[in-house]
């Protein structure tokens, strides 16, 4: 049974929750700085690196202390960053960057183009975009210390966009720290960007300092998104690890904290009624919560049971667990999400409100299900997947599925989550994860959107029919036939159930109202310039 786990805290949570619940940081007896701010974020920082992980948190951290070539404004649309300027050859065959002024790494020394030359190779070896951007390069090279090349065996119109990342973050590091695999974590947190890692100050599990990068040189343009100048105006940012939500959100109230990036969704109006704390939706889209089914082992191999999934998912059955407000919730049936361009209802017989557990139970059985052990990642430390993770158990298990919860914080299921194998060699069979519903409609590098079997993301879905339409994005010109492909390509993503899907979800930030200036950015992440504290 799913109980609402907070219910029981809020009346004492309303009377004053600064009061009542022994909150970790006052402990400390930290004095308030007007130039620090103290950040609680969603889940803990245990992989820095955005080549070695998609993480949300990670790109957070990225970020702060990366930069990238191009970045995306509030619009999706590519901008210049560390660019200062480029042009395209008249074959469109060759791309030439030069480097913007005043470009360091916090060590001290220049950016150069060897750098970047590095980091592309680099991230190219994990993002679903860079991986086409090296299949149709001849070549990426330095030109001179400030200039570089991309020459490529064909046109690519899509190449600006694809450099600004969607999933894996482009952050450009040293050549040095590029050099290595993608496969093998970069540890320095030497960038160029807007804050410095504060290395001295780190205590993992409990909390991590970015210091304001005083030789970083921004850009002239207005913020905009990710884009534009980072203008840092604060001196410090202190992220404070806090599991317990019911104790960081005291933290918040007695201005301990500054920031709350996933206040528990059931007790906003505890916040909406603090005159000291505001409710802030950053990512107007919200995210997309799925979940993600091993297809490489038992029983999600046969696509029978993961079509099963499709038809026990109650949507809005999730989102009551979820995004209890109707308000920041909304079902979704396509696999470009909602309201977007692509978005479309092909393919969805499949889905009825309650669901159809009967259905589901039937198709278990076609697939020859007989009693495997069904492990659900859950992530304790991140209240609506652990929820989510809660009722799926439960849901499954009425259908006779023998489902068992691994019960951890997002650390441990981003490291389980690689295991191939089988559940009794440490793997695993389902976990539930998001993206933003903006970064949907790129079926190019968006991982969701792969079907490309052990070389693609996490479940490791395949199905070479998908993955021939999804190769022909990249050269389909007009709005309209990419909507027709978006069709083709979502009428047999439901034939093989890539994935599930559970739901879009809106979730706004809690802050103290002192602090102001955050930078609204429709990928679901949060950039630390910009921010002031009053």
Not at 161 to 178: F, H, I, N, Q
Not at 197 to 213: E, M, Q, V, W
Request: aromatic fraction near 8%; glycine fraction near 8%.
């Amino acid at each position: 049974m799913i109980i609402s786990r907070r219910d029981v805290f809020k009346m004492s949570m309303a009377a004053g929750a600064a009061l009542s619940v022994p909150s970790i940081l006052r402990a400390q007896a930290a004095p308030v700085d007007a130039g620090t701010v103290r950040m609680v974020m969603s889940g803990d920082l245990s992989a820095f690196d955005p080549i070695f992980t998609t993480a949300g948190i990670t790109f957070n951290h990225s970020l702060a202390v990366y930069d990238t070539l191009f970045s995306l404004d509030s619009k999706l649309m590519s901008q210049p960053q560390m660019v200062g300027k480029w042009g395209l050859s008249d074959d469109k065959k060759t791309y030439t960057f030069e480097l913007r002024d005043g470009l360091s790494w916090h060590e001290g020394t220049p950016v150069t183009a060897a750098d970047c030359v590095a980091s592309i190779r680099r991230w190219a070896q994990a993002d679903e975009g860079g991986k086409l951007i090296m299949e149709r390069t001849k070549d990426v090279s330095k030109k001179d210390d400030r200039t570089f090349t991309i020459a490529l065996k064909e046109p690519l119109g899509l190449l600006i966009d694809l450099l600004s990342g969607w999933t894996y973050y482009p952050a450009v590091m040293r050549e040095k720290d590029a050099n290595r695999p993608a496969t093998e974590q970069v540890t320095s947190n030497i960038g160029s960007g807007p804050f410095k890692f504060n290395h001295a100050l780190a205590k993992p599990g409990a909390s991590f300092t970015y210091d304001r990068n005083e030789k970083y040189v921004p850009r002239s343009e207005p913020s905009n998104g990710f884009a534009g100048g980072k203008i840092v105006k604060i001196d410090r940012v202190v992220w404070n690890n806090i599991g317990d939500q019911q104790t960081a959100l005291a933290a918040l109230q007695a201005g301990e904290v500054d920031f709350l990036e996933a206040p528990p969704a059931d007790l906003y109006s505890v916040i909406e009624g603090d005159p000291d704390l505001a409710l802030q939706v950053l990512n107007s889209g919200g995210v997309v919560q799925c979940l993600r089914m091993n297809c490489l082992q038992k029983p999600f191999d046969n696509a029978k049971a993961r079509q099963a999934m499709l038809y026990l998912i109650d949507q809005e059955a999730f989102l009551r667990v979820t995004s209890p407000d109707p308000k920041y919730g909304k079902v979704v049936t396509s696999i470009f999400g909602n309201d977007m361009p692509y978005s479309n209802d092909e393919n969805t017989g499949w889905f009825k409100k309650g669901a159809d557990p009967e259905k589901a139970k039937q198709l278990f059985q076609e697939a020859g299900y007989s009693g495997e052990k069904v492990v659900i990642l859950q992530p304790t430390n991140i209240a609506t997947f652990s929820n989510a993770s809660q009722l799926l158990a439960a849901e499954l298990r009425k259908i006779g599925i023998n489902a068992e919860l691994a019960a951890g914080d997002w650390g441990a299921v981003g490291a389980r989550r690689k295991n191939k194998g089988p559940v009794d060699s440490g793997g695993w069979s389902i976990f539930i994860t998001d993206d933003a519903n903006a970064a949907l409609s790129n079926p190019i590098s968006q991982v969701f959107l792969t079907a490309n079997g052990e070389e693609g993301w996490y479940g490791w879905p395949k199905s070479d029919e998908y993955e021939a339409l999804r190769a022909k994005w990249a050269d389909v010109e007009t709005l309209e036939e990419r909507k027709a492909l978006a069709r083709k390509m979502q009428s047999v993503w439901w034939d093989f159930a890539g994935d599930v899907l559970l739901g879009q979800i809106v979730s706004p930030i809690a802050r103290r109202k002192t602090l102001t200036g955050l930078i609204e950015a429709p990928q679901g992440v949060v950039p630390m310039w910009n921010m002031q504290k009053g």
